[in-house]
């Protein structure tokens, strides 16, 4: 009788060892039981609280326009060079800000239109837009 032959000894194992796998996926849960709670401190910040209701004031717009020859026109009335910071400084001073809607002859030279714009700016103007006309289909 062979207690142990070389047939027995040979056996290729069929089953996958489970225990190395099982020890890294403790050691993992132990690391995301210990880091979870650290990533939950935040930075407390008193946010802004916002209402859906709609914004009763409209603010009203201003119609600036430039003339082909330069003129500047303020809602239809014609204003001088020199009265433009003065009104845009009153519109900025305004509350709500009224909405400048700029339009521009298109044969008047750009840097009219920039000046006015410029001068918009250094008022505090803060809502400036443009008006064209629709491009026509051929």
Known sequence: MAFGTQDDTDDVMNEINMTPLVDVMLVLLIIFIITVPVMKHAVNIDL???SSER????????????????TYYWNERTISDAELPTLLAAAAAQDPQPELHIRGDKAVRYERIALAMSAAREAGVSKIGFITEPKADR
Do not use: M, N, W
């Open 48 to 50: 802004p609280r916002a």
């Open 55 to 70: 914004e009763l004031t409209k603010p009203e717009t201003i119609q600036f326009s430039v003339a082909a020859d330069g």
